[in-house]
């Protein structure tokens, strides 16, 4: 990790605690109170009433309205472990332009982002902004354990998705039976 890298991280972990995420995930109040270091590169706004976090946005869902509000379990961390552990997610040992990088803290897949190029990642921070950074220019909540999957078809993740949450819903049912 660089010392920007460093730098950076602390300038994350003061400015993006909870008390402060609707700071971050509406348009006006981003644009008022947060003011990006330079290591930071605002690719996009938050937008208003955004329900894509950033495994959504990795995987090219962030457009599908209707597969997003059919299944509430979408895109968190274990999901995507899920997905790893059933293959839709193969590894790549080399990432290129628009592979996935996927982190890990001590105990769980935290974030994803896609890989610009061996050093840069553009990725949506919680329910808000897009921003462009070096590898580990992350909140530090994310981890540093990294990975990298290549890039797969949207409709690969969405099948593998249905299925978790289908698996899900008929555990849920089992339960309360």
């Not at 997003?68 to 080399?94: R, W, Y």
């Amino acid at each position: 990790m660089t010392i920007e890298e460093k730098t950076t991280r602390n300038w994350i972990e003061q400015n993006s605690r909870n008390d402060n995420e609707a700071d971050w995930n509406d348009p006006d109040r981003f644009q008022q109170k947060i003011n990006l270091p330079s290591a930071l590169k605002l690719i996009q706004l938050p937008l208003k009433n955004n329900q894509c976090n950033c495994f959504v946005f990795a995987f090219g869902l962030d457009e599908d309205k209707e597969f997003l509000f059919s299944c509430g379990l979408l895109g968190f961390g274990t999901n995507v472990q899920k997905l790893i552990e059933d293959k839709v997610l193969l590894p790549s040992f080399e990432p290129i332009s628009g592979d996935y990088i996927i982190y890990k803290n001590d105990l769980d897949i935290t974030h994803a982002g896609i890989v610009k190029n061996k050093e840069i990642v553009v990725s949506k921070w919680k329910f808000g902004p897009i921003i462009e950074h070096s590898t580990f220019a992350v909140d530090p909540r994310y981890g540093l354990d990294i990975s990298y999957y290549k890039k797969t078809d949207p409709n690969k993740i969405k099948k593998g998705l249905r299925k978790i949450c289908d698996q899900s819903y008929a555990d849920l049912i089992r339960r309360n039976s």
